[in-house]
């Protein structure tokens, strides 16, 4: 528990943690300092002077407030014209060569200099000569489009490549108001978490090319979710539109901060896994290569259960549409498999937040105690007639090249959100909501079971892969029965996961593959 201490601001007095500086204790309880080159993740530049605070009776009076921790007794000035005054003119310097081209600039709705010019300065321009021109649309390489001219040089960018990254492709160079950021000659950025730099960019300098006038920022409906690129589970914000007359769709992914998981940054590659919630999507149930509804999908999928029936559940599958699979399975007789090594990509992940394995929860299959062996699989499908896939795409990446031939030969039925390869060999197809539109619960790398909520709503939705599993003879699928079982396998779990994740206990979380 981190020691609390009281200060005043502007002659209010208000308790604080100690040892942070006086941006981040302050906010906590709901008073905003504004600034520019500050970042929790970068620390303190000192470099825009937005953050200068009064300090009565202090030496010297005029402090940044990013460099400043905060102290017991101390009073704080906010609101004296001398700092208004500082703030003013601050925001006159970042304004003098900016340019008003908000109206078409991507950052409009999400700008810390429009909001900050609305909120501490809101004076007319005293420019009467021509504003200094500098770069546009220049490509810095990993998707990054920059726009020199909007920049107000607070660093942030430089000190991510510099600091986070440790590739350090960005500078400043030159001085005044020849200053600008540049990549090194010969040298764009080249690491995988280079997008970042947009998030961190104040106003709307660094531009997504991905993003770039895809969608205007105040039209966006902003969720929180889950990132299933890999098996870290990054916390993200889904950002998605539902334009009049046309079905709900993603924009963007954006990192969402969890200390525990991902701190303030996502990789570029889970970034934009968005596109697959948007495209190559199994939208209409097949039987035998013929449309048909849903209801007669299903039905006709529970005609073909038998003792001879191998169900393969995917390592991306919540742990509550794993619990209502597995009883499935146990009801009908039925083998079960969680084998998915094709997820694997073995020497893609680093050491930070790219793991090898391309799944969200293969942790849920271990807890569950599914086997994903290779060795059972193969030993199941040689004695099985029927393969029910659950979402589980065997050919991912182009593997399981040696089951192709004999499950081609086999009763496929594929219960899936995307059209692949193995929804196109199944007699049944099966559509279910994407993670995106339903909600669940997975466990990371790293043992840490978080929860997420459903975020997009399609005119048409989906049902979800757990009310397929019932309408095919799963006896577990109500809110509660699943809740029961969550219990047994998780003793540690109360009744609401917290927002940051819950750290499995080291029993629950023995086996969870780093």
């Not at 005293?126 to 500098?134: G, N, Q």
């Not at 073995?346 to 105690?369: E, F, H, M, Q, V």
Request: proline residues 4%.
């Amino acid at each position: 528990m981190a020691e609390m201490i009281k200060l005043f601001v502007n002659g209010v007095e208000v308790e604080v943690e100690s040892g942070k500086n006086l941006i981040d204790a302050l906010k906590v309880v709901g008073i905003e300092i504004p600034h520019f080159c500050y970042h929790p993740a970068l620390g303190a530049d000192g470099n825009c002077r937005m953050c200068l605070v009064g300090i009565e009776d202090g030496r010297p009076p005029l402090v940044p407030a990013c460099k400043t921790p905060a102290a017991p007794g101390m009073k704080v000035q906010l609101d004296t014209g001398k700092i208004k005054k500082i703030q003013q003119d601050m925001m006159e310097f970042q304004l003098i060569n900016h340019p008003i081209d908000c109206p078409v600039c991507d950052q409009a709705g999400e700008c810390t200099l429009q909001d900050y010019y609305m909120s501490y300065d809101a004076q007319d321009s005293r420019m009467t000569v021509p504003v200094v021109e500098k770069g546009k649309r220049m490509d810095l390489g990993c998707g990054v489009v920059h726009d020199q001219e909007r920049c107000v040089l607070c660093a942030r960018c430089v000190r991510f490549t510099r600091l986070i990254t440790k590739t350090g492709e960005l500078g400043i160079v030159n001085r005044t108001d020849d200053a600008r950021v540049e990549i090194f000659p010969g040298r764009p950025l080249n690491n995988r978490y280079a997008v970042n730099v947009v998030d961190l960019c104040p106003v709307g300098a660094m531009t997504s090319r991905d993003f770039r006038f895809k969608q205007r920022a105040w039209f966006l409906t902003r969720d929180k979710g889950i990132c299933h690129g890999c098996a870290k589970g990054c916390n993200i914000f889904i950002d998605h539109n539902c334009e009049k007359y046309k079905d709900d769709i993603i924009y963007r992914f954006r990192p969402r901060l969890n200390e525990q998981v991902n701190g303030y940054f996502i990789c570029d590659e889970g970034r934009l896994t968005y596109h697959a919630e948007n495209e190559g999507r199994l939208l209409t149930a097949r039987v035998d290569g013929v449309e048909c509804s849903f209801d007669s999908a299903a039905q006709a999928a529970r005609k073909v259960l038998g003792v001879k029936t191998l169900m393969l559940v995917s390592p991306n599958c919540t742990v509550e549409q794993m619990i209502a699979i597995k009883a499935l399975a146990e009801t009908v007789g039925a083998k079960l498999s969680g084998y998915s090594d094709g997820y694997i990509k073995t020497g893609d992940g680093d050491d930070w937040l790219i793991r090898d394995d391309k799944s969200a929860n293969r942790a849920g299959l271990t807890l569950l105690g599914i086997d994903s062996s290779k060795e059972a699989f193969t030993a199941a499908l040689n004695s099985s007639d029927v393969l029910f896939s659950f979402n589980n795409d065997l050919f991912i990446y182009d593997t399981g090249s040696e089951f192709r031939q004999q499950v081609e030969k086999m009763k496929v039925i594929a219960i899936g959100t995307h059209d692949n390869a193995f929804t196109k060999m199944a007699v049944i197809a099966i559509p279910v909501a994407s993670y995106s539109e339903s909600s669940g619960s997975v466990i990371n790398s790293d043992g840490i079971l978080q929860h997420f909520s459903r975020a997009v709503r399609k005119n048409t939705p989906l049902p979800d892969m757990i009310q397929v599993a019932g309408i095919v003879g799963s006896p577990v699928v109500t809110e509660s029965d699943i809740a029961g079982e969550m219990k047994k396998v998780l003793p540690s779990l109360t009744e609401v996961i917290p927002e940051g994740g819950l750290k499995l206990t080291e029993s629950e979380g023995a086996h969870v593959p780093a």
